[in-house]
């Protein structure tokens, strides 16, 4: 009968071999990319944006043409926003030798490149992710390696071929910037697995950001963003409309953090509509509402890809529901947030649901229950002239990213606000991510710190006296008493006192013509006998303290009594 052959592992799928190749050219780049001085990675980085904001058009008419995603002119927003507002801010920051010193504390900081970079590229921002993410990558000093969105794939591609020919002749060493060009699920996740990746820098659903988190590596990771805004009564009610409807319709609503829904209070509520419908807003009626909601959300309670990043005229064309020319985003009204209000999740387009509540507290349950549902951690609005009620929002509501009086998608990512300018927003322990800080450079460092001395170390023991000279003894000195039950009581006391008030008497050393075993020695009781140059005798049963034995025994004062036990206590 023939036997079993043993069969051979499977050879690795074409997607799985470019990411180890891709992987082990990047940690071979490491090395020399780390050696590189301040001002040779700020030549790099310069030359790298500069390349990006000569192509921010292009780059984002690619986009379009290939996803189907969004609007030219606000991606070419985001394109720029990367190129230049990120680049603005990462332009000064010192990432290479001594970063910071700390006088007072006498502290040196150094900055360590984290390592290589496996950067997740999305396909709702492909351009704008991969330049953001090669920027900072580069200012680290980490080498990265993109996995396009299949999607975006050939977008993404062009803006890693622009961007590194830029780096490399720069100075940047081959295989600083590296992408994949043969994509799949697998290969992704061997790129994130691959011994040689330090750090992982995942944009895209839910999905791949939980395969980021399982790799075993450290990742930054960005969850949904079902963003709520809230109208206070204070609100400048035209401009908290405009604002909403202005990052809902930015780039077909395709942000994470782009605005979700409004909720507003009922004593300016019929303003409220009023803007919005004078501003490009359109309510549906309960039929269009339910006919919305059956056409742009999954059974998985995912949006439809069909209507992702799609114009609000484009989506009510499709779905036969009438809406004038100048609309710029459909409006739900529901009453309440879960999964019998399929519209209560994160869209991906201009579509908004829309809640009135009784005041500000009610407003603030509500927004609570819309970021609960998918988006905690991310992102909110309130457009209040209240301060208290604004900082109230700020200390009660799990979102990190709280924007005042500015459209969500624009404030978020720093655009309108003084937040770090980036594309990767972490959404913090409410959101399952690692961190809540817009990601920068500094995520990319490790540092070293060189700590001097400031006080001396201490045992917490105290230094053993000197004892004066003693005179030889040419006879051997009779064992001297111990302490009484007396002093011993008294010793005791004063120790659970905390030896408050006046200090303890010293052990009385009493000669008695038969030597008596202590009951209890203590650091005063040895101090005692060696300012008088006399002995203790201990026993098996003799509680000595550990101070009083270190001393004691440096010393010379403690004589041990013959005994058959394990010795004192």
Known sequence: MAQPTETSAAPPTPPVSDARRLAQRAKAAAPRLAELSQSQIDAIVTAVALAAQARVESFARLAVEETGFGVVADKVQKNRFAAERVFEFIKPMRTVGVIHRDDTRKVVEIAEPFGVVAAIVPSTNPTSTAIYKILIALKARCPIVISPHPSAAQCITQVAEVLNAAALAAGAPDGAVSWMTRLSLDGTQELMRHRDVAVILATGGMGLVRAAYSAGKPAYGVGPGNAPCYIERTADVAKAAGDILLGKSFDNG?????????????????????????????????????????????????????????????????????????????????????????LSIEKLCPVLSYYVVADWQEGCERCKQILRYGGM?????????????????????????????????????????????????????????????????????????????????????????????????????????????????????????????????????????????????????????????????????????????????????????????????
Request: with cysteine; charged share 15%.
């Open 254 to 342: 395709v942000l994470c953090s782009s605005p979700n829904s409004v909720v507003v209070d009922a004593a300016v509520a019929d303003e409220a509509k009023r803007q919005f419908q004078a501003q490009g807003g359109y309510f549906l009626s309960a039929v269009e509402a339910q006919v919305l909601a059956a056409a742009l959300v999954t059974p998985q309670r995912l949006p439809n890809p069909a209507f992702v990043g799609k114009s609000a005229t484009h989506i009510a064309q499709a779905l036969g529901i009438r809406v004038p020319e100048t609309t710029r985003a459909l409006i739900a009204e529901l009453d309440g947030v879960g999964r019998d209000f399929p």
């Open 377 to 569: 951690g991310h992102t909110m609005s309130i457009h209040s002239q209240n301060e208290p009620i604004i900082l109230e929002f700020g200390l009660k509501k799990p979102a990190f990213r709280i924007c005042v009086n500015t459209p969500t998608t624009h404030g978020s990512i720093g655009l309108t606000t003084g937040l770090d300018p980036a594309m990767t927003l972490g959404c913090g322990g409410y959101g399952g991510n690692i961190t809540s800080d817009n990601i920068t450079p500094r995520h990319l460092l490790n540092i070293k710190r060189l700590a001097y001395e400031l006080r001396p170390a201490s045992t917490g023991r105290s230094p053993v006296p000197t004892a004066g000279p003693r005179l030889p003894r040419t006879t051997p000195a009779a064992p001297e008493a111990g302490l009484t039950a007396a002093s011993v009581t008294a010793h005791v006391e004063a120790l659970l006192a905390g030896r408050s008030g006046a200090a303890p008497a010293a052990a009385q050393v009493v000669a008695t013509p038969t030597p008596s075993i202590a009951q209890f020695v203590c650091e005063e009781d040895v101090r005692q006998a060696i300012a008088l140059g006399r002995t203790i005798l201990i026993g098996e049963r003799t509680i000595v303290t550990p101070l009083a034995r270190e001393v004691g025994e440096a010393g010379k004062v403690l004589v041990q009594a013959g005994w058959s036990g394990t010795g004192a206590r």
